[in-house]
């Protein structure tokens, strides 16, 4: 047998291929490495778009939702469940927004199930309503921390620096007041308003007080 194709010497010489690779690939990767370090020590960066990058960095990789991050206080986690196990039995179209940040809750009511329609007179569902607020008002974990404002929606004009009610949202407002003394809420636990806009809902707005 030819001495050049020998298995023994085959092994051999591919051996001392791949070894002569090896080493080639790892001198070019360290090359470049080499080559890359000098670029940044010979580069200036700013702080500001240092910082930038950073944070940019740190909010693509934190998926954390604000309520992972948020937690509700427990006068906020109240009003809610109240509204869910007393408010939105009796009213099911209503509806509840959470502001985690402000520590603010919102609650829309139709004003059908309010008062009659084109009318300021009370439907008999609003004092179950006018009760349901009294006695959360009341409760001892949300008493003195939060306050209420009513909040009608009316088109406002925008020509005037000051806003025009319409005379059926006054006589509203006026009712909302008379009713909320005569059940003896207080008055600086509550306010009353009008937003401009077009939907046909009563606001709660619960805002917590900053002593």
């Known amino acids: 047998m030819p001495e050049n194709i020998r298995c023994s010497d085959f092994k051999k010489c591919k051996k001392g291929v791949n070894t002569s690779f090896y080493f080639i690939f790892l001198s070019l990767v360290l090359s470049i490495l080499c080559f890359f370090i000098f670029l940044v020590h010979q580069s200036s960066f700013e702080a500001s778009k240092v910082d930038a990058l950073k944070t940019s960095l740190k909010n693509s990789f934190n998926t954390a939702s604000v309520f992972q991050t948020t937690q509700p206080s427990v006068e906020a986690s109240q009003v809610a469940i109240y509204h869910q196990s007393q408010i939105a039995k009796m009213f099911p179209n209503s509806e509840i927004l959470q502001d985690l940040i ?43 921390k939060y306050t209420v404002d009513f909040v009608l929606f009316d088109d406002l004009t925008t020509k005037q620096n000051y806003p025009v009610y319409s005379h059926l949202s006054t ?33 709660l707005h619960f805002r917590k007080r900053r002593n």
């Open 171 to 203: 006589q509203r407002l006026e009712k909302i007041k008379a009713h909320l003394d005569e059940i003896g809420i207080r008055q600086n636990a509550y306010t009353l308003g009008v937003e401009k806009g077009s939907d046909d809902k009563v606001k």
């Open 102 to 144: 402000n520590d603010e809750i919102t609650i829309f009511i139709p004003s059908s199930d309010i008062f009659y329609e084109t009318l300021s007179d009370f439907k008999p569902t609003s004092a179950v309503l006018f009760k349901q607020i009294h006695s959360l008002l009341s409760s001892s974990i949300v008493k003195n």
